[in-house]
């Protein structure tokens, strides 16, 4: 059962994160059947201000972190990414047998106590590549909205704490719980989809004159049915050597790049117009909606009619 909560703050904490955790968990929202939750706020030092990463802001802790060890959930909102975190802190988080949970960067947290070590987790997708070079032996799946790991939950940025502490809500009191604080919130109780869809997606850039107009040409006429002999043809060159050359001087093979642009161009028509979806795969050059729908999940994480749904401008 859940029945207790603690929120470690440290300085450079983010109030929204911190604000997400006591909506689901610091509310007393017995009048609506969910159970009560002993909700603690704890830092380093109680009763003393900690300043948030927005400037003028800052919260006050009533507990220190020794009431962090016989919670049932530990919970860390996300905190500026630094080096090293108070020793306190990580003790206290590796000496708890309590559920943890982190949100966006606070991932960091944890991988500094060593805790996420061979266990599956997520963070923001802007942060992956540090995380991957500060946690090696950390499993991280940048590809999500949140990872349960039984007693470790990490998600990735801002909204997704939302979804991982729902989810956790759901786990331990139920589908009931979990729905009537949801409803109250005025949020999804459970979201489709990973951040792929939300992670900007760049352009390939070529570094050599000599390919530049025929990729530029390609773009233009994305809709055409380009293959690499085509492009080869443009480039006045084998396939052979075209697609060598491409490889060395974008990263990428033609195919993969002519991909990635049908699947860009269509996400902005998915942005930007009412088009329905065959009409998106033919002008992005797919040809047919399953041929579309096939690469715009591979590449984006979800469905197109989803993402219109999510991000289409109103």
Request: overall charge negative; glycine content about 6%; some cysteine.
């Amino acid at each position: 059962m859940l029945q207790s909560v603690a929120v470690p703050l440290i300085d450079g904490v983010a109030p929204f994160e911190f604000g997400l955790l006591c909506e689901v968990f610091g509310f007393d929202r017995t009048d609506d059947g969910v159970p009560p939750i002993d909700f603690r706020v704890c830092g380093e030092f109680p009763n003393q201000p900690v300043a948030t990463n927005v400037r003028g802001i800052t919260i006050t802790p009533e507990f220190g972190f020794d009431a962090m060890h016989d919670a049932d959930l530990v919970a860390l909102p996300a905190a500026r990414v630094r080096d090293e975190y108070p020793e306190k802190l990580v003790k206290a988080l590796q000496e708890t047998d309590a559920t943890l949970l982190s949100v966006c960067s606070a991932a960091f947290i944890l991988g500094a106590a060593g805790l996420l070590d061979h266990r599956r987790c997520t963070t923001h997708w802007r942060e992956v590549r540090q995380f991957r070079e500060r946690f090696p032996k950390a499993q991280l799946d940048p590809d999500v909205l949140f990872v349960d790991d039984g007693n470790i939950i990490t998600s990735a940025g801002t909204a997704a704490g939302i979804d991982a502490c729902l989810h956790l809500v759901r786990r331990e009191l139920g589908t009931k719980v979990a729905n009537t604080i949801a409803r109250r919130m005025v949020v999804a109780p459970q979201r489709d989809g990973g951040q792929r869809q939300f992670v900007e997606l760049p352009i390939p850039d070529c570094s050599a004159d000599s390919l530049e107009p025929v990729l530029e040409r390609v773009l233009e006429t994305i809709a055409d049915n380009h293959t690499v002999a085509s492009m080869a043809k443009l480039a006045v060159m084998s396939e052979r050597t075209f697609a060598r050359k491409f490889v060395a001087e974008t990263g990428t093979t033609p195919n993969k790049w002519l991909s990635l642009q049908r699947v860009l161009h269509a996400r902005r028509l998915l942005e930007e117009t009412d088009l329905d979806v065959d009409a998106v795969a033919a002008r992005s050059g797919f040809g047919t909606a399953a041929l579309l729908r096939h690469h715009f999940h591979r590449v984006v994480g979800v469905a197109p009619s989803d993402y219109r749904r999510t991000f289409a401008c109103r």
